[in-house]
C-alpha cells in the first residue's frame, strides 16, 4: 500500500462546475497535508495547506481534512480552464520524517 | 518575493559522466529538499537538510550525494550517470515552524538528459 493514495483520473469536469479531488494517507500520526499543482514540464506550486481537522478556504479552493479517517479532499469551485493540471496530494510527517511524501496525482480536465 | 533557485535548468550528460546540480532555498529558509520526478510520475524524495545537517534520507542511489553549505545553498552531485538517471530534479525549500508544519516550495527543477 502507498504511503499517500490517489485516484490518478484522468477527471474531467466542464467549466463553471465544482472539481473534487481525493486523497488517502496510511500513517495516522502524519501532521501537516498539501495539495500542489503542477503543469505539465513545470514545478509542483503549493496552492493549499491544512493541519487540523476541518475545512479550510482559500478563494476558489477549499481543503478538508479528516484524520481519524485519514483523508484529505480539494474542492475547486467555479472551475476554469486554467485549473486542468496535475493536483498532488501530499503529506509531511509520515513516519517522523520531514520530507513531503506525494501521492501520485490526480489529472484534471476543465473542459469550456 | 524570492524563489527557489536552481541551477542549471538543463543538462545534457553521458552515461559515466558526473553532474552536479545546486539550489539556492528562499532567504531564511532552514530546510531543503531534493526531489526527482520521472515522466508520468510523482516527485520521489531523496534527501533533505535542516539547518544544514542532512536530516532524512528517501530512495537516493549511493552514486549521489548532497550537502548543503554554510550560506544554505545546496548540491545534489551524480556520478556515474546512468540513462535512467534522466529526470527532472527539483529543490524545495520550507521554514520548519513550531509545530513542525513546513510548507515547502519547489524550484523551477533541472533537467537532465543523459545520453
Known amino acids: 500500500q502507498k504511503e499517500v493514495e490517489q485516484n490518478s483520473g484522468p477527471l474531467s469536469v466542464p467549466e463553471g462546475a465544482i472539481a473534487s479531488l481525493n486523497c488517502t494517507y496510511s500513517?495516522?500520526?502524519?501532521?501537516?497535508f498539501f495539495w500542489y499543482r503542477q503543469y505539465s514540464g513545470k514545478s509542483p506550486e503549493l496552492i493549499m495547506s491544512?493541519?487540523?481537522?476541518g475545512d479550510k478556504e482559500d478563494g476558489r479552493f477549499t481543503a478538508q481534512l479528516n484524520k481519524a479517517s485519514q483523508y484529505v479532499s480539494l474542492l475547486i469551485r467555479d472551475s476554469q480552464p486554467s485549473d486542468s493540471a496535475t493536483y498532488l496530494c501530499?503529506?509531511?510527517?509520515?513516519?517522523?520524517?520531514?520530507?513531503?511524501?506525494f501521492g501520485q496525482g490526480t489529472r484534471l480536465t476543465i473542459n469550456p | 518575493a524570492a524563489g527557489v533557485i536552481q541551477s542549471p535548468r538543463h543538462l545534457i550528460k553521458e552515461k559515466r559522466e558526473t553532474a552536479t546540480l545546486k539550489c539556492y532555498p528562499i532567504p531564511r529558509h532552514d530546510t531543503v529538499y531534493w526531489y526527482q520526478q520521472g515522466p508520468g510520475q510523482d516527485p520521489q524524495f531523496l534527501i533533505s537538510f535542516y539547518e544544514k545537517m542532512q536530516s532524512d534520507k528517501g530512495s537516493i542511489p549511493d552514486r549521489f550525494s548532497a550537502q548543503q553549505f554554510s550560506d544554505y545553498h545546496s548540491e545534489l552531485n551524480m556520478s556515474s550517470l546512468e540513462l535512467g538517471d534522466s529526470a527532472l530534479y527539483f529543490c524545495?525549500?520550507?521554514?520548519?515552524?513550531?509545530?513542525?508544519?513546513?510548507?515547502?516550495?519547489f524550484g523551477q527543477g533541472t533537467r537532465l538528459t543523459v545520453v
Open positions: 500513517d495516522r500520526v502524519s501532521q501537516s
Open positions: 524545495a525549500s520550507g521554514l520548519l515552524g513550531v509545530a513542525g508544519n513546513t510548507e515547502a516550495f
Open positions: 491544512i493541519y487540523s481537522n
Open positions: 501530499a503529506v509531511n510527517g509520515i513516519q517522523g520524517a520531514q520530507k513531503l511524501v
